[in-house]
């Protein structure tokens, strides 16, 4: 530390001692040195500097005051010499410590220019009477000269911090203040600062050559051009150059040229217009930061609302206040909502929701609704009924946000979840069939081992009973039977079970065995419900098994002629067709068999577990209920797929995918 | 006198079969598993043995390993309701390549056993 301040302290000396040296040597007035340059100095490093070195640079700067005029003032005035020496820098150290209480970066020109500046007039004009008014017991001239003495010492400081302050501030910066920003283009700047200060001497030159009796009015306002600019075209660096450069000219030009002008007036006139570029050098510079960071944050924002308009799920904005007006709707959104890209904005969430959505939805909704007015975020499951009368299961998910300017929007997140619905809804399906399989297998085994010698004793018995005893025969044979169907209902639960992979199956002509399988059961449909049959697909192979495809014709039409109950029509038919993509079944070439009745048809919850082992409609006694599940799981074997539509009082249709035989694909 | 093993866990299916065969002339013992069966016939003659195939201790398919290296000219055939976990056809597979001549599936007629029976004893190598 105390070697980093050494340091400090001979730099400063070195630096203190050549701009006075300078400064004398560009005397151009009647007074002492009017260019007072080291003030700059003391300026930039008092602000630059930090907290544990800025008293070092007040040392600093009183040791080489001390020095360069020890020699000169010390005899005479003793005391007042003192006092005269401390006040210039006290003074800037109190301005500077003022000004970098209220500035949380005096170092960042661009800004806070305005009170930088203040503060540069201000010091030199507290500290110069005060050294002035000392100094006249020192022999200078009293009376009317005073006023002007004042005003030169005070304008000399003030030019020296003005036209250095800044150039130091840029150079100074790398190793005493290392926190400040760099600036950008300074060797641009500089070049350009040349070129202009020369510019501007020459204006200033030729204004003075020329015009030697108005030379103190409009010719020198044309030196403000080149500053102007330098300002406007490269902010605060290219002021910072410019400024320390045209003073520099002009002062060398009135020491060699020596004109007739009053130096005063242009001393003044040069402080204005230094000012001034300063000024609007860190005005410039401020306005560009604020453009760049604009563009900045346009570019950012310009890719999230690329993000948010890709995204596949929905994303609207709207007001926090009911009926929650859309300001903002992705294109998913309305995908999702409607099927299509329509504009939402400035339609009520609220109405869109409740058009959209069927009245399964209206405790959802109100608890949604209900919940956001409360804490502002909410989340529900709603399903959506779309134009094209497509369903769509859908997860909403809102939380208010609160804008910076103060105001509040709703954010909502839709996504559509309706094919994971759909999924987790068949694994649930499959799972309780596997389990149900396993469950049955163990439950048969048991039966079948007490059907054995229910069936075997009690023919036994009937036979050993000879021809007497016809009643008691008569019950042996009634257990006998009993046994019987009993064995052949656990043979069908088995059948549902076994892995009927092994049946062997062998490509097949579809229609034929849907045909064969269709007159089988002729006989058996009374007359009174008429059958129809529209047998296309011709030719079309499926493999499978001709009496699993017989199987599966005889359970539907069994269900259907129940259903009918006597009366009504049965239509079958089988067609192909492609499947696609969003289609129940993958791509691919299917058989479509659909097997449909005009009876009375079922509810959904009916129709949900239709295929559930076990589960009939029939009164005890009249059916198992496992016709339907062997037909599923048959189906589930050819890898095709079955589905049923129902509506109470518009009959049932069982709609069958099997998938074409392709003889390139072994399965 | 022809001796038949019956080899199964549930009492009324022995019952059963065992009255069917003791009627139809032939001379029954009893086991209620493989381990049980095995003991039997090492310690008396049997010419046939109907072997259930999902017994806890030994199950039929041990046994009728067993069997094949141990009694290789003794006959087998298997009875089957059913295994919980396995399919009917892997069990009745697994039984025929085991050494069973054939498998009954539960609940059958006693008379087709006593067919199948008297069909066995009567070949040259049973006798």
């Known amino acids: 530390m105390w070697t980093k301040k050494l340091a400090l302290v001979i730099g400063y000396l070195v630096v203190h001692i050549l701009l006075s040296i300078i400064s004398a040597k560009l005397e151009v007035g009647p007074n002492i040195s009017i260019w007072h340059l080291p003030s700059g100095l003391l300026f930039a490093g008092l602000l630059l500097a930090h907290p544990p070195f800025r008293s070092t640079v007040l040392i600093a700067d009183i040791l080489a005051r001390s020095i360069w005029s020890i020699g000169l003032w010390l005899p005479h005035d003793p005391i007042g010499f003192s006092i005269a020496l401390l006040m210039s820098p006290l003074t800037y150290f109190g301005v500077t410590a003022f000004i970098r209480s209220r500035v949380p970066s005096p170092f960042d020109l661009s800004r806070k220019a305005t009170l930088l500046i203040l503060g540069m007039m201000a010091a030199p004009a507290i500290a110069a009477p005060l050294n002035v008014v000392n100094l006249t017991s020192g022999g200078f001239l009293p009376g009317n000269a005073m006023g002007s003495l004042i005003v030169s010492f005070w304008v000399g400081d003030a030019i020296g911090v003005i036209t250095l302050a800044p150039l130091f501030m840029l150079l100074a910066r790398r190793w005493i203040a290392p926190n400040v920003p760099a600036t950008q283009g300074a060797k641009a700047s500089t070049i350009e600062a040349v070129g202009l200060a020369m510019a501007g001497t020459a204006l200033f030159t030729s204004a003075g050559l020329f015009d030697q009796s108005s030379a103190a009015s409009a010719s020198k306002f044309l030196t403000l051009v080149p500053l102007a600019a330098a300002a406007v075209r490269r902010g605060t660096t290219g002021v910072a150059i410019t400024v320390p450069l045209l003073n520099l000219f002009v002062v060398m030009f009135l020491a060699t040229a020596k004109p007739a002008i009053d130096v005063l007036d242009t001393q003044l006139a040069m402080l204005a217009y230094s000012s001034f570029s300063l000024f609007l050098g860190s005005y410039v510079t401020k306005e560009r930061q604020h453009l760049s960071d604009i563009r900045e944050y346009a570019n950012q924002n310009a890719i999230l609302a690329a993000a948010v308009e890709a995204t596949p799920l929905g994303v609207v904005i709207t007001n926090a206040t009911d009926p929650l007006m859309i300001r903002y709707a992705n294109s998913s959104f309305s995908q999702i909502l409607n099927g299509c890209d329509s504009v939402l904005v400035g339609k009520n969430l609220m109405d869109l929701f409740t058009t959209n959505t069927d009245d399964t939805n209206q405790k959802p909704l109100h608890d949604l609704w209900t919940k956001i007015r409360k804490c502002g975020h909410a989340e529900a499951e709603l399903v959506f009924t779309r134009a094209d009368s497509e369903s769509r299961h859908c997860t909403v998910t809102f939380a208010s946000i609160t804008q910076s300017e103060g105001g509040r929007v709703c954010v909502g997140i839709l996504a559509d979840v309706t094919e994971r619905r759909l999924r987790e809804q068949a694994e649930r399906q499959k799972e309780r069939l596997v389990s149900l399989g396993q469950l049955a297998g163990g439950v048969a085994h048991e039966i079948n081992n007490l059907l054995h010698p229910i069936i075997n004793l009690a023919k036994e018995a009937e036979s050993e009973l000879g021809s007497s005893n016809a009643e008691i025969r008569e019950l042996l044979r009634c257990i006998h039977q009993s046994g019987q169907q009993a064995g052949e209902i656990v043979e069908k639960v088995l059948s549902f079970a076994r892995d009927s992979s092994k049946v062997p199956r062998t490509p097949i002509r579809f229609d034929e065995a849907v045909q064969s399988a269709v007159e089988l059961n002729r006989r058996a449909i009374p007359r009174s419900i008429n059958v129809e049959t529209v047998l296309g697909g011709d030719g079309v192979l499926a493999l499978v098994h001709p009496t699993e495809v017989a199987q599966i014709v005889t359970n539907l039409i069994v269900n259907a002629t129940q259903a009918l109950d006597g009366n009504g029509h049965i239509v079958i038919t089988l067609d192909t067709l492609s499947g696609g993509e969003g289609d129940v079944v993958p791509p691919g070439q299917y058989l479509r068999l659909r097997i449909a009745d005009d009876g009375p048809g079922m509810d959904e919850e009916m129709a949900k577990r239709i295929f559930d082992p076990f589960f009939t409609t029939k009164a005890i006694g009249q059916g198992t209920g496992l016709g339907l599940s062997v037909v599923y799981g048959i189906v589930q074997d050819w890898q095709g797929h079955i589905a049923v539509q129902s509506m109470p009082g518009q009959g049932t249709e069982f709609t069958i995918h099997i998938p074409v035989y392709n003889p390139d694909v072994e399965s | ?127």
Not at chain 2, 80 to 93: L, Q, T
């Open chain 2, 1 to 127: 006198m022809t001796t038949v093993l019956v080899v199964d866990d549930a009492p009324a299916v022995r019952f059963s079969v065992s009255r069917s065969l003791k009627k139809a002339g032939y001379e029954v013992v009893e086991a209620e598993n493989g381990r049980q069966a095995l003991g039997v016939l090492r310690s008396q003659v049997v010419d046939l043995a109907v072997i259930d195939l999902w017994m806890p201790v030994m199950d039929g398919i041990e046994l009728l390993k067993t069997l094949r290296v141990e009694f290789p000219e003794l006959a087998a055939i298997a009875m089957s309701g059913g295994a919980p976990k396995a399919p009917i056809d892997m069990s009745a597979a697994l039984a025929t390549t085991w050494g069973a001549e054939r498998v009954f599936y539960k609940p059958f007629d006693n008379d087709d056993l006593i067919i199948e029976t008297k069909n066995l004893l009567a070949e040259p190598n049973h006798q």
